[in-house]
């Protein structure tokens, strides 16, 4: 079956610091895969995704590439922000009739001014 | 930005009260899906919808009971709420029309925290 693992936290960061959050997965077929954020007392964010081996997916520059020969889609970030503490969730999706998500478990991200 | 709603946001509730915790969407969106989130943040799978009068079981049991009516609306109802039903609960829906693949984005909705005393 589908699994994903991360990084398990919590992860207290300096503003400015480099951030990575580690991803792999276990999955038959092509999975797509999700980062989502969690910001305090809201639900799951879309952050970035990728849908095929090579693909780097970004936004508010977060970065994130699909690794089929490592199963890994690790997250990235050259400079945090106080903003940016959250709950950050990796996910799969193995499509075609199986539209269910499959989570890690959250990582969360504290960043100190 | 999503169009996905959830209320109430919060609810306070003594146990043995019946509730419905509504979610709503005004994207179109044929998939609907509950997530239970347990304190330690995990998601967990309660119930997903294909479309109307479609429902299955997700990936966790629960004593929760939902329906599919109508495309845009997605409750959950508690016949009986107890303690152990305290949980943050999320809404989310996707669609089969998003693209060319199946591979499908989940729009979520913004929670509901429930407290039974």
């Known amino acids: 079956g589908n699994s994903v693992t991360q990084m398990e936290g919590p992860v207290t960061l300096s503003e400015e610091a480099f951030l990575t959050i580690n991803c792999t997965y276990t999955?038959?077929?092509?999975?797509?895969l999700f980062w989502y954020v969690q910001y305090p007392g809201e639900g799951l964010q879309l952050l970035l995704k990728a849908t095929k081996a090579d693909d780097k997916g970004s936004n508010k520059g977060f970065e994130a590439t699909y690794r089929k020969e490592t199963t890994s889609f690790h997250l990235e970030k050259g400079s945090v922000q106080v903003s940016d503490s959250a709950v950050y969730f990796c996910?799969?999706?193995?499509?075609?009739?199986?539209?269910?998500?499959?989570f890690g478990k959250g990582t969360l991200l504290t960043v100190n001014p | 930005e999503a169009d996905i709603y959830q209320t109430p946001r919060y609810l306070v509730i003594g146990t043995g009260k019946k509730i419905t915790l509504e979610c709503s969407q005004t994207m179109g969106h044929d998939k609907m899906y509950w997530y239970q989130q347990d304190p330690g943040m995990e998601l967990h799978l309660i119930h997903y919808s294909y479309g109307v009068n479609s429902t299955e079981k997700g990936d966790l049991s629960s004593e929760s009971t939902v329906s599919r009516i109508r495309t845009e609306h997605f409750p959950l109802t508690l016949e009986s709420a107890r303690p152990s039903h305290t949980s943050q609960y999320l809404c989310?829906?996707?669609?089969?029309?998003?693209?060319?693949?199946?591979?499908?984005?989940?729009?979520f909705g913004p929670g509901t925290r429930l407290l039974v005393l």
């Open positions: 989310a829906s996707s669609s089969t029309r998003q693209g060319p693949t199946y591979q499908e984005t989940q729009y």
């Open positions: 996910a799969l999706s193995s499509g075609g009739s199986n539209y269910k998500l499959t």
């Open positions: 999955a038959t077929g092509y999975p797509s």
